[in-house]
């Protein structure tokens, strides 16, 4: 069984220039700063809602506060009817000492309501205050990101340089006809054209080979190439 080498390392090369075209590209579409901003936005939006759900409560609180106001106002009317002398009927003024207790405890209750809604707006009001500094920390992020990003593809654009000026010399070193066949394997193979043979096992299939045709690949002479994916081998 013969073949280059080298055809390993051209496929090394290879393997890195895919990654790195596939990463330039994500970089220049923007990818990791769409995705900053994506994350921004849904705290923005959680932080919307909380904000929504404090007015809410804000109303539901003026309205038992203007409630508990008409009731005591209500409730102190009634009272004074009491003393000032109008109704002297004592039936009639039972029924109003009756009136005032049921007001005065209609009154409590929405106290009671108030309470209950000024402290589930303070456990709101808590979150949305967390919720605030989380989405300004992520605007803040996507600043970082977009920086970063461009670090990123310069590094990208630079190593990609080096990688392909690597792999024109290695490829101008191997024989055509090998070449030829690794670039139509590349194609059809998902980018891998050539692969290591470790222990009996194609690197590119991952498939065992059986001993028959480990042996015959031993003394044919011809580009070997494995039973399973057709990948050319390299022991
Ligand atoms: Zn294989």
Redesign the pocket.
Same mark, same amino acid.
């Given at each position: 069984m013969r073949v280059d080498p080298r055809l390993l390392d051209l496929q090394e090369q290879d393997s890195a220039i895919d990654r790195l075209e596939a990463r330039r590209a994500a970089l220049e579409r923007g990818e990791p700063v769409m995705e900053a901003r994506r994350a921004a936005d849904e705290a923005e939006r959680a932080l919307g809602e909380l904000r929504l759900g404090l007015d809410e409560l804000d109303r539901e609180a003026s309205r038992l506060e203007h409630e508990i106001d008409s009731i005591g106002r209500k409730a102190a009317d009634e009272e004074a009817r009491l003393y000032d002398g109008s109704v002297a009927n004592a039936r009639e003024l039972d029924a109003i000492r009756r009136e005032v207790e049921n007001l005065r405890g209609r009154a409590a209750a929405r106290e009671d309501e108030l309470l209950a809604v000024m402290e589930r707006r303070e456990a709101i009001e808590r979150d949305a205050l967390a919720a605030e500094a989380r989405a300004a920390e992520l605007r803040g992020e996507v600043d970082r990101v977009r920086g970063d990003a461009e670090r990123e593809l310069a590094a990208v654009l630079e190593e990609l340089r080096a990688r392909t000026r690597a792999r024109e010399a290695l490829a101008e070193a191997i024989d055509a006809e090998l070449l030829d066949l690794y670039e139509r394997l590349r194609r059809q193979k998902k980018g891998v054209g050539a692969?290591a043979l470790v222990d009996g096992v *194609?690197q590119? *299939?991952h498939?065992q080979l059986s001993a028959v045709e480990l042996d015959r690949l031993k003394r044919g002479d011809g580009i070997p190439r *494995?039973e399973?994916?057709r990948?050319i081998l390299v022991p």
């Open positions: 692969a *194609c590119g *299939c498939e *494995c399973h994916c990948r």
